[in-house]
């Protein structure tokens, strides 16, 4: 059962969510449910087959972030990562729930991060899929200057001119949920978005060891993506979890990406009942 919802980020910008729910759910996975942000670049569909898996355990809720799919956003200044933090909070606010489970692919799982630094009282567990990378000042430089000709791309060709450099280098599986997104997106909200490359989200990767709740961490495989990071974070989170697999060229589309996590994932929650 798919149920849809308009709520307001901390900043009262209107921003899309869709709740999944299984009927006859019973909560047999935890107490809490579970927010899953999709990566950069896709909307909340590329999540609906691993929701639907999930949720015979818990409700599911899973928004558009801000500037992707129907969370249209072309204010690139209302684009930085303490926003998308406190839009994390903002829906467990509207939704009526204290505590979520929150996860994350790609961009999502540093939103998840920043939301658990942030936010801890709010944030019961971390799932974060395909960690994105942290740069270093020169590393953080280059990124700007990607992200910055990435929207001018965009703005002057077209989403699909923006992406088209990009993509051979990442992960099959990202390909295949851009390229379905985009028909569902708006070019100036995407290019707005892209300003987030201005921001920073962590200066170091030692910031993250103040994250202390429950995480499960599944590796990326790409230069934007590299697993290195993810089996960093494993040892640095003291409640830190290195799942068993991680992103991989077998995982093409968004079913794929749901038949490899959801068992590693429904474990973990289980697991999270117990503690």
């Given at each position: 059962m798919?149920?849809?919802?308009t709520?307001?980020?901390a900043d009262?910008?209107?921003?899309?969510c869709?709740?999944i729910q299984?009927?006859?759910a019973t909560?047999?996975?935890?107490?809490?449910?579970?927010?899953?942000?999709h990566?950069?670049?896709?909307?909340?569909e590329?999540?609906l087959?691993?929701a639907?898996?999930?949720?015979?355990?818990q409700t599911?809720?899973l928004p558009?972030i801000r500037g992707?799919?129907?969370?249209?956003c072309?204010?690139?200044?209302?684009h930085?990562?303490?926003q998308?933090?406190r839009?994390v909070?903002?829906l467990?606010?509207?939704?009526?729930?204290?505590?979520?489970?929150?996860?994350g692919?790609?961009?999502?799982?540093?939103i998840?991060?920043?939301?658990?630094?942030?936010h801890?009282?709010?944030?019961?567990?971390?799932?974060?899929?395909s960690v994105?990378?942290?740069?270093?000042d020169e590393a953080k430089?280059?990124?700007v200057?990607?992200?910055d000709?990435?929207?001018?791309?965009?703005?002057e060709?077209g989403?699909?001119?923006?992406y088209a450099?990009i993509?051979p280098?990442?992960?099959p599986v990202?390909?295949t949920?851009?390229?379905d997104a985009?028909p569902?997106?708006?070019a100036?909200?995407?290019?707005?978005a892209?300003?987030?490359?201005?921001?920073?989200?962590f200066?170091?990767i030692?910031?993250?060891?103040?994250?202390e709740t429950?995480t499960?961490i599944?590796?990326?495989m790409?230069?934007r993506?590299?697993?290195?990071?993810a089996?960093?974070?494993?040892r640095l989170l003291?409640?830190?979890?290195?799942a068993?697999?991680?992103m991989?060229?077998?995982?093409?589309t968004a079913?794929d990406f749901?038949?490899?996590?959801?068992?590693?994932?429904?474990?973990?929650?289980?697991?999270?009942?117990?503690r």
């Open positions: 798919t149920d849809t919802l709520y307001g980020g009262g910008w209107p921003l899309f869709a709740k299984a009927a006859g909560d047999r996975g935890s107490d809490l449910p579970v927010v899953l942000l990566g950069g670049g896709p909307d909340h590329s999540l087959p691993l639907r898996r999930l949720s015979h355990r599911v809720w558009d992707y799919g129907r969370s249209i072309p204010d690139a200044s209302r930085t990562w303490s998308y933090a839009d909070v903002a467990l606010d509207h939704i009526g729930v204290e505590r979520a489970v929150i996860g692919a790609g961009l999502g799982g540093t998840a991060m920043r939301a658990a630094l942030a801890p009282d709010r944030i019961g567990a971390l799932i974060l899929m994105e990378d942290i740069e270093d430089a280059a990124e200057v990607f992200m000709e990435f929207a001018a791309r965009v703005r060709r989403i699909d001119a923006g450099p993509l280098d990442l992960a990202i390909g949920m851009v390229r985009i569902r997106s708006d100036a909200s995407v290019a707005a892209a300003a987030i490359g201005h921001d920073r989200a200066r170091h030692e910031e993250l060891g103040a994250i429950p499960l599944f590796p990326g790409d230069y993506h590299p697993a290195a990071v089996e960093h974070l494993s003291p409640s830190g979890r290195l068993a697999l991680g991989s060229d077998e995982i093409r079913e749901a038949d490899a996590f959801a068992p590693g994932i429904g474990e973990f929650l289980t697991s999270l009942r117990k």
